[in-house]
């Protein structure tokens, strides 16, 4: 069950690479064209996900992921954040005039959830939110990033900790 941004106390990723072993992201119709001819794409009922091949994603390597940014889903770059388009108050985030309902999968776990209702993920969601509509080149609080990510990722592990977000479906 999803979890309100608002109710989220912290998260960080440390790669332990498991999201990309249960899961079989979520692609657009855009990323499915781009990566169809890796032939680790499939379309069912309408919908584009990435394979599993052996139970784990093709495109992981020991548990980083392989991908360049630029071609890296953007659900995986979000997860385990989620942004909807419908939502409760707690999962309201408001940004330049627009509404976003953004909740967190809590299977990752490096993600804390409180019970009180103050944010303290904000940095994090409006990263998340830039992602979504294309104006972030990549997220260096991505969820199991590339390998050259992987310094830069250490250095801001404090910063991660109080920041993050999220995921669109
Ligand atoms: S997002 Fe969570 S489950 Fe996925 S690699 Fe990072 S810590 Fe692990
Ligand atoms: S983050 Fe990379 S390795 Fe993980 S599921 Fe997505 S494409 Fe596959």
């Not at 998260?11 to 001819?37: D, F, I, M, Q, S």
């Not at 890796?38 to 379309?43: D, K």
């Not at 995986?76 to 005039?97: H, N, Q, R, T």
């Amino acid at each position: 069950m999803l979890v309100p941004w608002k109710r989220v106390a912290s998260w960080h990723c440390n790669a332990c690479g498991v999201c990309c072993r249960v899961y079989k992201p979520k692609l657009t119709l855009y990323e499915y064209l781009k990566l169809r001819t890796t032939g680790f794409v499939e379309e069912k009922a309408g919908k584009f996900y990435l394979k599993k091949v052996g139970g784990r994603c093709p495109f992981q390597r020991g548990n980083l992921c392989s991908l360049q940014q630029t071609i890296k889903p953007l659900s995986c770059k979000l997860f385990p954040f989620v942004i909807l388009k419908k939502g409760s108050d707690d999962a309201l985030f408001e940004f330049e005039d627009r509404e976003y309902f953004v909740y967190a999968d809590p299977f990752c776990p490096n993600l804390r959830i409180k019970r009180d209702c103050t944010p303290s993920v904000y940095s994090a969601v409006k990263e998340a939110i830039m992602l979504f509509e294309g104006r972030g080149e990549f997220k260096l609080l991505t969820s199991n990033q590339p390998k050259e990510l992987q310094s830069l990722n250490n250095t801001f592990s404090i910063v991660r900790g109080r920041n993050k977000i999220c995921n669109l479906s």
